[in-house]
């Protein structure tokens, strides 16, 4: 194999305890500063995210933008944009990354890979620059060797255009490499359309899940010896 590329959310870290405290983060704010109930900022979230699905018009990077998620809350609850819009996008990002940390095995992982002289890459659907913030917080940056955003694409996985770019980056067919995430449809499936070896990032699988799929359940159990293991049959 000549890459692996690995998602970020849920997959290098977990995205869902660095939300919960993002968002709490951001109802903190709105009761406070706003002046508005967790009901009616909650209730605001929600028809923000329908709003700028709407307005954007299809699955890009830019339905992730925090920024015009709480331009569009602040525009609904009718709540001035200044100063409170670039206060509340680094409260929550604050927050979330503050929180944040590695998968347990993650860095060992990338460090045997790199003693293989296989190249590490990271394929994710967001926005660049936060995604690069939470590499470094993770302390993973220094190891990754080629990064592919859907705000870089144009295109959110599991597209093909997403993919090829991937490929491209890491200068080889696509047969030549892994493809690790939590997403069933996006990561696993989505990447093994276009070639990949696409890797299932699950840590309860069940046996028809894990029988049909290259599973990981920790990245600790990945390293055997000298030798590197995705699921049952991929063996590096």
């Known amino acids: 194999m000549r890459a692996v590329f690995f998602d970020i959310d849920n997959t290098l870290y977990s995205y869902d305890i660095g ?7 951001l109802e903190d704010y709105a009761v406070h500063a706003l002046k508005v109930s967790p009901e009616e900022f909650h209730q605001a979230f929600r028809q923000a995210v329908t709003v700028m699905k709407e ?3 299809c699955d890009c990077a830019a339905t992730h933008n925090r920024l015009i998620r709480i331009q569009c809350i602040l525009e609904i609850l009718k709540k ?4 409170h819009a670039k ?9 979330l990354i503050g929180v944040s940390q590695p998968e347990e095995g993650v860095r060992e992982l990338f460090l045997a890979l790199k003693a293989k002289g296989i190249g590490i890459g990271i394929g994710t659907d967001m926005t660049a620059y936060i995604q690069y913030q939470k590499l470094e917080k993770l302390g993973l940056a220094p190891y990754v060797d080629w990064i592919v955003t859907s ?27 892994i493809f690790v995430g939590d997403s069933l ?9 276009y070639g990949f070896v696409g890797v299932w990032y699950h ?3 069940t046996e028809e899940e894990a029988a049909a799929y290259p599973v990981i359940t920790s990245f600790s159990d990945c390293i055997q010896g000298d030798v590197i293991r995705f699921g049952e049959k991929i063996i590096l």
């Open 203 to 205: 840590k309860n699988p």
């Open 185 to 193: 449809k996006k990561d696993v499936i989505g990447s093994s359309r």
């Open 87 to 95: 206060m509340m996008y680094h409260r929550y990002w604050d927050n």
């Open 19 to 25: 939300n919960q405290a993002g968002m709490e983060a």
């Open 55 to 57: 307005r954007i018009g």
């Open 151 to 177: 705000e870089e694409a144009g295109a959110e996985k599991p597209s093909e255009r997403f993919y090829r770019l991937c490929a491209q980056k890491a200068g080889g067919d696509p047969k030549e490499c």
């Open 80 to 83: 001035p944009l200044y100063p």
